[in-house]
């Protein structure tokens, strides 16, 4: 199977909507919104039924052209059931349309021209896997984009309406399965409800086998009768936590405060700093670039969804903060120029996002048009927003309960909290976490010398050198760490070093003299990949596992790549929080839980 997912054959004509070639079916019949209107949303009782809703989630089987989303989301607008309330929107696609596509359909229904602006701005990338995508209003997108029978099962949430709007089951029976239904209901609150238009009997059947009550319903259009189905059982309102308490303001401790303000959460950002990116966090510019493996896993998957949301969260921040930029990554050795040609044979994401690299005599590599450059020194107290914040403040040590969590503070204050987020790097060994992941600080040194530039650009073959923000960064160390970070002349010589290697044409112009160097300890993890996820307690679970301890979240092992991967565990951590879809798939979710290491040490012991 491609990595790439396949886009839709379609075939248009002046008079409707169009056909989908693969499917032989229309995506619609008569001028869609209508349809929409009077089987989704009439037929899930929208909008009585978010009516004293702060979050509500709806999901659908089928994107198509977003059509549905944009009339769910012009009806939430009119009828939010409070400024602060939240949408959550679900969706499943195997063949995502091109944006220019869809903007042909949405085109047809002037009064929707402002959102779907927002949208098509916005509009997923043509990649397997989870994307997350904020929009106005509280709402927000997140796409599954792969085959039904492999998206399904990777998905968590609890939806409290479901559009089941594939094509006719008898040109997408995947899309109709007793398996699909079955994980319909397990993704679904007791009481929702689902609407669709075909009464099939099959389909029927499947939803009554999953747990569903059925009903046909008055249909619309040309047909005569439509569905609705409803779980048994009332839907309980989340409690989500209330007020959060983050230890660490360097960029993961800055996403999680953007996360839970965002969710109206009375935050408290808490470090012994004199201010945020006291640490690795703090140095002068950070390039967002994923790496892409040659094969299709979870880490792979991790990876890019990383990038793909860090796009979003940067992409809203103020210019001076934030700034997209090109990012060529050159081989260093014949094992890269394999695995590159491999990616490139196969490639994991569009043309517009992964292109070859132009010959330039730099050697075999590939390009990422649309990487990230980001100033820390101005992008996280934005991302921090006009929160509570106690700097030059040190943890003695955290109590965390079921119920809550309270911060000692070496001052002998207290600090009370639902949830307490730590976000402290190379220190979370310090503060004594029962089952914390282990974490080993590596040191790394980078330059910087003043470099003007209205072209920002980055190149990298595992050392970089980025132009952005009047600097040229350059570097950087990866070394075992001993003692606290300190910088060496070694580590310039070899920073000096790579910027030869990767950008000779630069040397011989920059005056070295205003070179400075910054030194800082990054925390790892012995599998290179961080975690988000609560502490786990001793205290034994029904099914004789540790439990999950959820006041208590810990956010870390970031490595070198903090600012790629911050945004996406925050919104992991926000997500379960408050029972919200997830942004990843399970599979993706559980190579990122901090008690992965102690399960695969039980395992071995076993």
Not at 58 to 87: I, Y
Request: contains cysteine.
């Amino acid at each position: 199977m491609p990595r790439l997912p396949p886009r839709p054959n379609l075939s248009w004509t002046d008079a409707g909507p169009p056909r989908a070639d693969d499917f032989s079916d229309i995506y619609f019949s008569g001028d869609g919104l209508s349809e929409t209107r009077a089987v989704f949303l009439d037929g899930c009782n929208l909008p009585s039924a978010w009516a004293s809703a702060e979050t509500f989630t709806v999901g659908e089987l089928g994107f198509g052209s977003g059509l549905n989303l944009l009339a769910l989301w012009r009806l939430w607008r009119d009828h939010r059931p409070s400024p602060s309330a939240r949408l959550h929107f679900l969706s499943f696609e195997g063949f995502l349309m091109e944006p220019e596509d869809a903007a042909r359909i949405h085109a047809a229904h002037p009064e929707l021209s402002e959102i779907s602006q927002h949208l098509l701005a916005r509009w997923p990338v043509r990649a397997r896997g989870v994307q997350r995508i904020p929009l106005p209003d509280g709402v927000t997108l997140t796409i599954h984009i792969d085959d039904i029978s492999a998206a399904l099962p990777e998905a968590e949430a609890s939806c409290d309406a479901w559009f089941l709007d594939g094509f006719a089951p008898a040109r997408n029976p995947d899309m109709w399965s007793a398996e699909a239904m079955r994980h319909v209901a397990r993704l679904s609150r007791p009481g929702a409800i689902a609407a669709t238009y075909t009464v099939a009997g099959e389909v029927r059947r499947n939803l009554a086998a999953a747990g569903f009550t059925v009903e046909k319903k008055p249909g619309h259009g040309t047909k005569r009768e439509r569905l609705e189905a409803r779980l048994p059982g009332a839907p309980q309102a989340p409690n989500p936590p209330r007020t959060i308490a983050i230890i660490g303001a360097g960029i993961a401790g800055a996403c999680a405060a953007q996360a839970f303000r965002q969710r109206g959460c009375n935050v408290t950002l808490i470090d012994q700093g004199l201010g945020p990116g006291a640490g690795a966090s703090g140095n002068p510019t950070a390039l967002v670039m994923p790496r892409l493996d040659a094969t299709d896993t979870p880490e792979a998957r991790a990876l890019i969804e990383a990038y793909l949301f860090a796009r979003q969260t940067y992409g809203a921040l103020s210019p001076g903060a934030a700034c997209e930029l090109p990012a060529e990554r050159l081989a260093r050795a014949p094992r890269d120029e394999t695995r590159f040609s491999k990616l490139l044979d196969d490639p994991p994401l569009p043309r517009d996002l992964l292109a070859p690299l132009a010959t330039t005599g730099t050697g075999a590599g590939y390009l990422l048009p649309a990487c990230i450059a980001v100033r820390p020194a101005a992008a996280l107290p934005e991302l921090i927003g006009d929160i509570e914040t106690r700097y030059e403040t040190s943890v003695s040590s955290i109590d965390a309960h079921t119920d809550g969590a309270a911060i000692h503070l070496s001052d002998g204050q207290t600090i009370m909290a639902d949830m307490v987020i730590l976000c402290a790097g190379d220190a979370l060994p310090d503060f004594a976490i029962e089952n914390a992941p282990p974490i080993t600080p590596r040191l790394g040194q980078l330059e910087t010398i003043p470099h003007p530039t209205n072209r920002p650009a980055a190149i990298t073959d595992g050392g970089y050198v980025v132009e952005a923000f009047g600097d040229l960064v350059f570097g950087a160390t990866f070394e075992p760490a001993d003692g606290p970070p300190q910088v060496t002349e070694t580590a310039r010589d070899h920073n000096r070093e790579v910027l030869k290697r990767l950008r000779p044409d630069l040397p011989a112009s920059l005056d070295l003299s205003d070179q400075v160097s910054r030194a800082a300890l990054r925390a790892t993890t012995p599998d290179r990949l961080p975690f988000a996820g609560p502490a786990c307690t001793n205290r034994k679970a029904p099914d004789d596992d540790l439990a999950p301890l959820n006041s208590l979240q810990l956010v870390g092992g970031l490595g070198a790549r903090g600012f790629l991967w911050a945004p996406l565990l925050a919104e992991l951590i926000a997500a379960r929080a408050f029972a919200e879809p997830l942004p990843v798939e399970a599979g993706v979710a559980a190579i990122l839980d901090p008690d992965r290491f102690r399960r695969r040490a039980a395992r071995r012991e076993s």
